[in-house]
């Protein structure tokens, strides 16, 4: 499985960004798939996941409301739509797959990792 993250930018705050997360094997084929994020200094926090049908989103409370996890099978990308940024969403985020049907909210349950993309939510 290889992971290719993509769309990170500079914005301001209350702005959107949309996020891809590109698969080498079919998104059907890896039960889970989640987003995490790292800011300068900090550890690495989970930002989203989705389970093994795609079809229950689990999110961080940061991010509640804001953000929405989704899939697409015919493209084999995981995407996540963050709206109403804020300052602190700024970060690099990554993307990652995990052989499991547990959708899990610390990095040591994924296997996979993508490179990451920066986003960056000026004030």
């Known amino acids: 499985v290889q992971l290719q993250a993509s769309g990170g930018g500079l914005v301001q705050a209350g702005a959107s960004l949309r996020l891809s997360c590109a698969n080498s094997e079919p998104t059907s084929r890896v039960y889970v798939m989640g987003w995490f994020r790292q800011a300068p200094g900090k550890e690495r926090e989970f930002v989203s996941g989705?389970?093994?049908?795609?079809?229950?989103?689990f999110y961080a409370d940061s991010v509640e409301g804001r953000f929405t996890i989704s899939r697409d099978d015919a493209k084999n990308t995981l995407y996540l739509e963050m709206n109403s940024l804020k300052p602190e969403d700024t970060a690099v985020y990554y993307c990652a797959a995990a052989l499991g049907l547990r959708v899990g909210r610390r990095a040591g349950e994924y296997d996979y990792w993508g490179q990451g993309t920066l986003v960056t939510v000026s004030s």
């Open positions: 989705l389970n093994w049908s795609g079809d229950l989103p």
